[in-house]
């Protein structure tokens, strides 16, 4: 595992995904080289999307290991929601950052959690990656505040939201 930076006793995140009902990305986010090409990505999110695929993590969060990781994974409608950390983290604080993702995204969806909302409104899902974990280091998980940041970076330009994000993991 290598981070850019050594966060000493600080949680670590190493990779929140967002997969579709068929296991396809939606929104990935990598914050370490524990896979390092885009085939050991993609092999990585198949592994785990087929073998939580036939649990029931649509009321509340599942955790499960994983190739010596924690992961902590919830399914809503036709989308996976995934927060993957090493085995040495707290399956707790990984619960609250899926679930702090889950409840922005759900506030900026306006409660439509579904494929196609997400991919049309993909902008803030990234943006939302983006004010939860930073290189791996967890700032917020308060989805209220996370969903507010994420509105006010689509308020403070004139230019559509869409057109300031410049990248798609």
Not at 106 to 127: F, P
Request: with cysteine.
């Amino acid at each position: 595992m290598a981070f850019p930076l050594h966060y000493g006793s600080c949680p670590v995140v190493k990779n929140i995904l967002r997969l579709d009902s068929e296991g396809k990305r939606v929104a990935v986010k990598y914050y370490c080289d524990d896979w390092p090409t885009n085939s050991a990505k993609h092999a990585f999110e198949k592994a785990i999307f087929t073998k939580t695929q036939k649990t029931n993590a649509r009321t509340e969060a599942e955790i499960a290991m994983f190739d010596n990781n924690i992961v902590v994974y919830k399914f809503v409608q036709d989308l996976h929601f995934f927060v993957t950390g090493g085995d040495d983290e707290n399956e707790l604080v990984l619960a609250t950052v899926l679930q702090g993702f889950f409840d922005a995204v759900t506030l900026l969806l306006r409660s439509n959690v579904e494929q196609r909302e997400a991919l049309e409104n993909l902008d803030l899902v990234l943006l939302c990656l983006d004010e939860i974990v930073d290189g791996g280091m967890i700032l917020e998980t308060d989805g209220n505040v996370i969903a507010g940041k994420v509105a006010s970076h689509n308020m403070d330009d004139g230019s559509p939201i869409s057109e300031q994000v410049t990248y798609i993991c």
